[in-house]
C-alpha cells in the first residue's frame, strides 16, 4: 500500500514537469549558465540568464494552454485540464512581460528583447486562417531550431555582454549549429510519438508527410552531419541519439521522448570541452 501511494506521487511529480514542460525551460536555463561559465568563462549575469528563463516558461506555457484541447488526443496524461486552460494563458502573457521590468531595474537593455514577446505567441496561435507555425511541415522545426533554442544565446551575446572577447564566427560554428542541429533533431524526434495525435489535429509534421522510417532516415542523416562537421569528435552523442533513433516508435514509453534535450545539453556542454 505504501509503496502504491509512493508510486502515485512520484507519477505526480513526474507529470507536473512534463505537463507544463518546466524541465525544458530548466534545460535553458542550464544551457545559459553554461555559455557563461564554460565558453565565456565569467560570471552569470542572473538578470539576463532569468529573464529567458522566464521567456521560456511563458512561451511552453501558453503553448501547452492554448493546444490543451488537442494534447488531450495526442498526450491525455500530459494535457492541462480545461478549468486550467486560461487562467494559464493569462499567466504566461504576464510572463513575457516581466523580463522587460527586470531589464529595466536592472538597467539592461529592454530594446532587444522586445522582439521575444511576439515570438512567445506566434508559434501556436493560429495567424494563417486556422493555421498555426507548428502546423506546417518543418516550420514548427525551425521556429524551435532557430527562435526558442539558439537565438537567445544570440541575442546574450549580441546585446547583453561587457565583455565581447570571443568570435561571433566561432560562436556560430561550433556551438550554434551543433545546437541547431540537435533542436532540429530533437523536434523529429518527439514528432514520432505524436504521428496519431498530429493526423488528427492537422499537423504536418516529417513522420506524418513520410511515415516513421523515413523521418528515422532524416534523423541519422542530421546527426551524421554534426558527426562530420564536428570531425568526429563528438561521437559519444552521437551513438546515444542513434539507439534512441534505432529503437523509438510511436508507442514507446513517454519518458523516452523527454531524452533529446538531455542529450543536446551533454553536446553542448561537450563543445566546450
Not at 505526480?12 to 534545460?27: A, P
Not at 516513421?212 to 568526429?232: C, F, G, N, P, Q
Not at 534512441?244 to 545539453?265: D, K
Request: some cysteine; glycine content about 2%; overall charge positive.
Amino acid at each position: 500500500m505504501i509503496n502504491s501511494i509512493t508510486k502515485n506521487k512520484i507519477s505526480d511529480y513526474f507529470y507536473f514537469f512534463l505537463k507544463y514542460r518546466i524541465h525544458i525551460s530548466i534545460f535553458s536555463l542550464i544551457f545559459l549558465i553554461t555559455f557563461y561559465t564554460q565558453y565565456l568563462k565569467t560570471n552569470v549575469d542572473w538578470a539576463v540568464a532569468s529573464s529567458f528563463f522566464i521567456w521560456n516558461i511563458a512561451l511552453y506555457l501558453f503553448d501547452r494552454a492554448y493546444d490543451s484541447r488537442k494534447d488531450v488526443i495526442s498526450q491525455r496524461e500530459e494535457a492541462m485540464a480545461e478549468i486550467e486552460r486560461v487562467p494559464f494563458i493569462i499567466f504566461s502573457i504576464l510572463l513575457a512581460f516581466t523580463p522587460i521590468l527586470i531589464f529595466y531595474f536592472c538597467d539592461k537593455p529592454i530594446l532587444p528583447y522586445l522582439i521575444f514577446i511576439p515570438l512567445t505567441f506566434l508559434y501556436t496561435y493560429p495567424i494563417f486562417g486556422h493555421k498555426r507555425i507548428k502546423d506546417f511541415l518543418l516550420i514548427k522545426n525551425l521556429y524551435s531550431a532557430v527562435i526558442i533554442w539558439p537565438l537567445p544565446v544570440i541575442i546574450v551575446a549580441s546585446f547583453y555582454l561587457d565583455n565581447k572577447d570571443f568570435s561571433m564566427v566561432s560562436l556560430m560554428k561550433d556551438q550554434i549549429f551543433p545546437l541547431f542541429l540537435y533542436v532540429m533533431i530533437g523536434e523529429a524526434f518527439w514528432d514520432i510519438r505524436d504521428v496519431h495525435g498530429d493526423k488528427v489535429n492537422g499537423v504536418n509534421t516529417i513522420p506524418v508527410a513520410f511515415g516513421v522510417k523515413s523521418a528515422k532516415i532524416y534523423l541519422y542523416a542530421l546527426l551524421i552531419i554534426d558527426l562530420l562537421t564536428s570531425e568526429y569528435k563528438f561521437s559519444q552523442s552521437f551513438l546515444l541519439y542513434s539507439v534512441l533513433v534505432a529503437v523509438v516508435t510511436p508507442i514507446s514509453p513517454r519518458w523516452i521522448f523527454h531524452l533529446p534535450p538531455l542529450i543536446a545539453l551533454y553536446r553542448w556542454i561537450l563543445s566546450f570541452t
